[in-house]
């Protein structure tokens, strides 16, 4: 459950050193409230504060870490809405391969997991697992061995003893998931030995539970839940179910990240793409595809990446410089501030006008550029500081710099912090960019 800050503080040493980054214990331990500062940023905490603290802040929902080269964090949520606070960790999404599929489909389900990627606001958005389910064909393990290539998260869906011992053996390093509906001891000492999460089935809560009775007896808690449902309706009641569970009601037995797969639930692919939207939204960790088409995938991964973007940090653009069009020696540079509206707009305006450009992004921390102008983030020091920075002037000749026409008020002060740059004022609105570009002598 989230700590308040006073009871972060009671632990802290209250000499207010400032080694951890912050002024003083005190807002150390509010920075530690709301998530952005960890107990590990102070040398002096003792090793019980530790074990209390984190005992205590643990969220109500396990975070569960699966992966190598794709790792990613399962559960670890702490509210039920999102506007409350933010939602940590992104749904993960991959598909399913069915043994018994053929040899054509499998390899083109692999490769479109991997090729299917998209960089929105920097962001480079793709599916991360691999569901292989065993159908008694005999050729598991090779498939698994298959997928384990292509560094994606595994889950390995199998009953057979031997079957899930050689998958693991080969692809232990990325820590897949075992996903076997008869949990037999046998198998039990196969997930401790290899130390890898375990999906725990049911036709309803109460069979979950008593099987994660068994598996904690066993000393296994990275668990996820898998519940048996056939139609729709239930299974979105039980993930709502879980989730207020183990938020509202501090139920731990059920305070687990969820693997859906909506292929289960329907045959129409389109449905299925819906569902998936469903558990992205409410309340899946996992979401499981029969297939992997763009115009499904695409869709369910801006979903994500909307509902999983903290709601009290605007969305930003890495700081840096972009090439729009291909731009040479002899191209101006524009600049603008990293809120990821602004930087998509004035891209998309100097495409528009067809002439290349680069594109400067200075880190607002998020704020478009008349408020990070009010706010003395984007003036003509910190404009300067980035033009040297990023080195822009070794790749232009004529060194013409466009500054957004609405802070016309550091056009002097620019001139004089670059005496080797000619500043030119941009347009007020991004939209006269083209024009602008055609009127203009650079
Ligand atoms: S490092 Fe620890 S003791 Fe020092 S100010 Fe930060 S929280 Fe306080």
Known sequence: MA???????KFLPKTNCKECGYPTCLAFAMQIAIGKAELSQCPYVSEEAKKQLSAESAPPIKTISVGNKEKINLGGETVLYRHEKTFYNPTGIGVLIKEDMKDEEIEKEIKNIIEFKYERVGVVLKGEFIGIQDTGKGRFVEI???????????ILITDDYENLKNSLKLSKDVRPIVFSQNITDEIIQLI???????????KNLEEIIQKIQKLQNFGISDIILYPENKKIAD???NLIFIRRGAILKKIKEIGYPVLTIPAFLTDNYLEEGIYAGIFIAKYGSIVLLSKINGEVLYPLLIERLNIFTDPQRPMTTPEGVY???????NSPVFITTNFSLTYFIVAGEIENSKIPAYLLIQDTEGLSVLTAWAADKFNAETIAALVKKTKIGEKVNKKVLIIPGVVAQIYGELEEELPDWKIILGPREAAHIPVFLKSVEI
């Open 235 to 237: 299974l979105f009641k």
């Open 192 to 202: 401790k030995e290899f130390n890898v999460p375990v999906v725990v089935s049911g």
């Open 323 to 329: 090439e729009i069009g291909k731009p040479d020696e």
């Open 144 to 154: 698994v061995n298959k997928c384990y290539q292509t560094g994606k998260n595994l």
């Open 3 to 9: 700590l308040k800050p006073l009871d972060i503080f």
